[in-house]
């Protein structure tokens, strides 16, 4: 089975804070992803990696950055956290190909004080 | 327009109804289609994965597509308390994008 594991099931930081959500999967999976999940708006992608250190903005990369120096591993960055980026934070892996669906964590739910 | 469409509902059924979750899409490029499963504070957890138009059945489960009418449907048989939860359906080309639906909530009363 696919495991993709993020670091913290919940987090809590303060406005202007840098903040690090970290993502691991075991399935040697080329691409990986960062979305968002928020009432109403369903997923949203951040950004994504498709090999190690190559990465693509998504739909909503204002404010995040992104750092994947391992093929396992894909940090999403907030260089200065701000209230409308509490939310829930996704990962997804997936391996290369057009037959191949997205597998994900269970998320960080991210609060900005 | 989104290019996935998705009653957010919920929907309420009592436990032993059929359900049936529907998507509708946009884009005649998709070419593969899925079904998520997303329990509460829980991430998405890939349920049925088709190719192209055609039936495919897994368990309860029966996922749809209609490219013709550009539709997607997941079916649930003999529905359980257990199948509470928020179903989204996705859509992509084949390329890295993948589009989801916002998803539809379920509830199955016992």
């Known amino acids: 089975d696919v495991k993709v594991t993020q670091s913290s099931r919940y987090l809590v930081k303060r406005t202007g804070e840098k903040v690090f959500l970290e993502c691991v999967q075991d399935m040697d999976h080329e691409n990986m992803f960062w979305y968002r999940q928020d009432p109403g708006l369903g997923l949203r992608l951040i950004y994504f990696?498709?090999?190690?250190?190559?990465?693509e903005k998504g739909d909503i990369p204002e404010g995040y950055s992104v750092s994947r120096e391992k093929k396992e591993r894909f940090s999403l960055i907030l260089e200065s956290a701000s209230t409308n980026q509490t939310s829930m934070y996704l990962c997804a892996s997936r391996r290369t190909g057009g037959n191949q669906p997205q597998h994900f964590g269970d998320g960080t739910r991210l609060s900005i004080l | 327009q989104k290019e996935v469409e998705q009653d957010p509902g919920p929907l309420s059924v009592p436990e032993g109804a059929i359900v049936s979750l529907n998507c509708t899409y946009s884009?005649?490029?998709?070419?593969?289609f899925m079904w998520y499963r997303q329990y509460s504070r829980k991430g998405p957890e890939l349920l049925m994965y088709?190719?192209?138009?055609g039936n495919k059945e897994d368990g309860r489960f029966t996922a749809q597509v209609d490219k013709s009418s550009k539709y997607i449907s997941l079916f649930i048989r003999d529905s359980q308390p257990s199948d509470s939860a928020t179903y989204l359906c996705?859509?992509?080309?084949?390329?890295?994008?993948?589009?989801f639906g916002a998803g539809t909530r379920l509830f199955v009363k016992a």
């Open positions: 990696s498709y090999d190690v250190k190559m990465k």
């Open positions: 884009n005649s490029a998709f070419q593969y």
């Open positions: 088709t190719y192209s138009s």
């Open positions: 996705a859509a992509y080309t084949g390329g890295f994008k993948t589009i």
